[in-house]
């Protein structure tokens, strides 16, 4: 059995990246739905239908545990994938309790889609570990297409960050958290815009720690998984592979071109 992991594109990359750090030996099964993407201004029940579709094509690759690696499909559709099937999946926590618990300022920044922030999980989140912290929540309108065409630095992706997280630091937050796996690609340009006093918050090495708790944990005995030397690391994306590939050769260039696969679904 794998690791399934999927997001709306290149942006649970940044998750797996984080994965393969505590689980380097066990085979996964990446799955990027770049032609549904973004996600983030797409209906709830529409994501559900993609998940639902994406999470079939992992079960029959054997995925006994699924990581929904995008902040937007955990907010609209964890809660139905959990009553529709058996298997344990991970979702993506806007990681708002570290930012303000750690916050001295008393102000944090939520950069993350119009999906996540409108949903019930993110209102939670805040309610529970930061009300008495001011949040400042900005939609990264036109981050994530970026991101997914393989522009990841220059001026046009500073520009656009200036204007989600200059009124971020104007009002005095000291830390940022990504609400969107797609982000922490940007991390070097948002650095730049946010300044050395600024703390950068990405929840992936917390997804990834509690992705090893789930299998050490016995719900799913280690001894159980297969090996990515008997199963390589595939990745399989609805669009070309192009920008897949590329992104993911950042990470690790030792995958071979012919794990990258498009497909239908
Ligand atoms: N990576 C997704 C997330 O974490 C991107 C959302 C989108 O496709 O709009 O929310």
């Not at 979702?91 to 939520?110: C, D, F, Q, R, Y």
Request: charge should be negative; aromatic fraction near 8%; proline fraction near 5%.
């Amino acid at each position: 059995m794998c690791i399934g992991v999927f997001d709306s594109g290149v942006g649970g990359l940044s998750v797996w990246r984080e994965i393969i750090k505590v689980l380097p030996e066990t085979s996964i099964t990446y799955f990027s739905d770049s032609a549904y993407c973004p996600y983030g201004n797409r209906s709830q029940q529409e994501i559900i239908e993609r998940a639902y579709l994406i999470t079939d094509f992992l079960l029959s690759k054997e995925a006994a545990v699924i990581v929904v690696a995008c902040n937007t499909a955990t907010a609209a559709a964890i809660k139905a994938l959990r009553e529709k099937y058996r298997i344990p999946f991970i979702g993506m926590e806007p990681a708002v309790k570290p930012a303000a618990l750690h916050s001295k300022s008393g102000t944090i920044g939520v950069l993350a889609t119009r999906g996540t922030l409108n949903g019930n999980h993110f209102h939670a989140s805040v309610e529970r570990f930061a009300s008495d912290v001011n949040v400042i929540a900005k939609v990264g309108e036109g981050l994530v297409e970026l991101v997914e065409s393989g522009e990841t630095s220059g001026v046009k992706v500073k520009e656009l960050l200036k204007i989600y997280i200059n009124p971020m630091l104007e009002q005095g937050a000291d830390h940022i958290v990504l609400g969107c796996t797609h982000y922490p690609f940007l991390l070097e340009s948002i650095k730049e815009v946010a300044g050395d006093n600024v703390v950068i918050v990405d929840p992936a090495p917390a997804i990834a720690l509690r992705t090893l708790n789930v299998i050490s944990e016995n719900i799913i005995p280690l001894s159980e998984m297969i090996s990515k030397d008997v199963y390589p690391t595939t990745f399989y994306t609805t669009a070309p592979t192009g920008t897949l590939m590329m992104m993911a050769h950042r990470i690790d260039p030792d995958i071979p071109d012919k794990n990258f696969n498009k497909i239908e679904i």
